[in-house]
């Protein structure tokens, strides 16, 4: 079995998105990740709005492009979720990353898909996903 190429040109084109979505002094809630098999690393900057719902969104990203991508996907379509629907999303990535479940439901991750052919890449695509929730989890 050949496993699916990584960094594609669409990948590689994300990573630039994150200019989009500088962290700035005003996102009070901040969050980290770091994954464990690449050293790979995410801050996330948020606010929020009436009942949780994510308005806006900064990063600061040390990762590879896998983990760009995933930030870059991440940050395009948070805003407008709770953290209950982040945490749920982020369950079934780490579901389907596994072998388990059905393609997950979040905009734009299928440019990062073949990530799941790479176990040592799971990390990096769940950065943003455990970043936010850690922004997001009562103190």
Not at 34 to 49: H, Y
Not at 60 to 86: E, K
Request: proline residues 5%; hydrophobic residues 45%.
């Amino acid at each position: 079995m050949t496993a699916a190429v990584l960094y594609t040109p669409e990948v590689l084109g994300l990573t630039i998105e994150l200019a989009r979505y500088p962290l700035t002094d005003d996102l009070a809630l901040r969050g980290e990740g770091r994954s464990k098999s690449c050293g790979s690393t995410i801050t996330l900057g948020l606010s929020t709005g009436a009942g949780g719902i994510v308005e806006r969104i900064g990063v600061r990203s040390q990762a590879c492009a896998v983990g760009q991508a995933a930030a870059a996907i991440f940050a395009s379509a948070a805003a407008g979720f709770t953290s209950d629907q982040i945490a749920q999303a982020r369950r079934a990535i780490a579901a389907w990353l596994g072998g388990e479940g059905d393609f997950p439901d979040w905009p734009r991750l299928d440019a990062i898909a073949a990530a799941r052919d790479y176990p040592a890449r799971h990390g990096a695509v769940m950065l943003p996903w455990n970043a936010a929730l850690d922004a997001l989890s009562p103190t």
